[in-house]
């Protein structure tokens, strides 16, 4: 028994409260025979649908009906709204969960929001998170543009998953150019397309570990003056320890790559890098090179 076409009779019995099986059959695209023998499961599930022969006859559910006491108990019903408005919070309409309310007769409070603007109001990564999330359902290649490190390079990809790993969202597909299974960082992407081009590709299901992610770690040791607590609470919560005079040490494993001395400065004089040697000589060269841009 199709499960979404019982939904879909139900769903379309709460609004309507009557219906002729060529009706359903016709929109549900399925035959009259088919339609009955969903009315008799139904009904055998506990759901109060009936049916009356004759003229102005039909299909009919109980005018009391609501969804107590047939498919679903009172807290699956609520786990299901969470999980919808989940979903509805990424697509952005809330169709689905609207209908559920309706379905379930019950009222429900928004407990997400995903907002993917940024603070200057652009949206460009909720237009790319469109355009991923239908290649996915629709199973079209996507032709974006990506920047690395290393590299600007157009690619081509059949997408499979939208992660959403350490702070930031990532789209894990096959890789046309490199024949291999992938990730990529949204934010380094640009110019984003579908293309007519179909797969028939399945998602490979695994953890997403560090190495997964393409970049080089490396082991740091970092000191904070107390002032920078509010961020080092937050963006180290586990690797923290204070010395005597109240400074907050962390070790932790970041990407090596330049970005980590944009980040480094990003705390400004509140943190002092103590291990490896390699890097806080590095950071310091970094820092002269600054300061004689600023010497008049």
């Avoid at 599930?45 to 609501?66: E, H, T």
């Avoid at 380094?188 to 797969?199: H, P």
Wanted: with cysteine; glycine share 6%.
């Amino acid at each position: 028994m199709a499960t979404k076409r019982l939904f879909d009779i139900l769903y379309y019995l709460v609004e309507k409260r009557k219906a002729t099986a060529p009706e359903l059959a016709k929109k549900l695209n399925v035959s009259i025979r088919t339609i009955y023998r969903d009315i008799e499961w139904m009904s055998g599930a506990g759901i109060p649908v009936y049916c009356n022969p004759g003229k102005g006859g039909g299909i009919f559910l109980l005018d009391s009906f609501i969804l107590d006491k047939g498919l679903l108990s009172t807290d699956e019903k609520e786990e299901l709204m969470l999980a919808i408005q989940g979903l509805d919070a990424l697509k952005g309409n809330g169709q689905v969960a609207e209908k559920l309310r309706a379905l379930f007769q019950i009222k429900a409070e928004d407990w997400i929001r995903i907002d993917f603007s940024d603070w200057r109001g652009t949206k460009y990564q909720e237009n790319l998170f469109e355009i991923l999330k239908r290649g996915i359902f629709q199973k079209q290649v996507v032709r974006f543009i990506y920047r690395s490190q290393q590299c600007e390079a157009i690619r081509n990809l059949e997408p499979l998953q939208l992660i959403f790993k350490n702070q930031d969202w990532y789209i894990y597909g096959f890789c046309i150019e490199r024949q291999d299974f992938r990730l990529f960082k949204l934010s380094r992407m640009s110019q984003c397309e579908l293309l007519d081009e179909r797969f028939d590709q399945k998602v490979v299901s695994k953890p997403i570990e560090a190495n997964d992610l393409k970049e080089e770690l490396v082991k740091l040791r970092l000191k904070f003056d107390k002032s920078q607590a509010f961020r080092v609470y937050e963006e180290f919560t586990g690797l923290i320890t204070e010395d005597k005079e109240g400074s907050l040490l962390v070790e932790v494993d970041l990407p090596k790559h330049i970005s980590l001395y944009s980040y480094l400065l990003s705390f400004l004089d509140g943190v002092e890098v103590l291990e490896p040697i390699e890097i806080r000589k590095e950071f310091q060269t970094k820092l002269n090179d600054i300061l004689k841009k600023y010497k008049t």
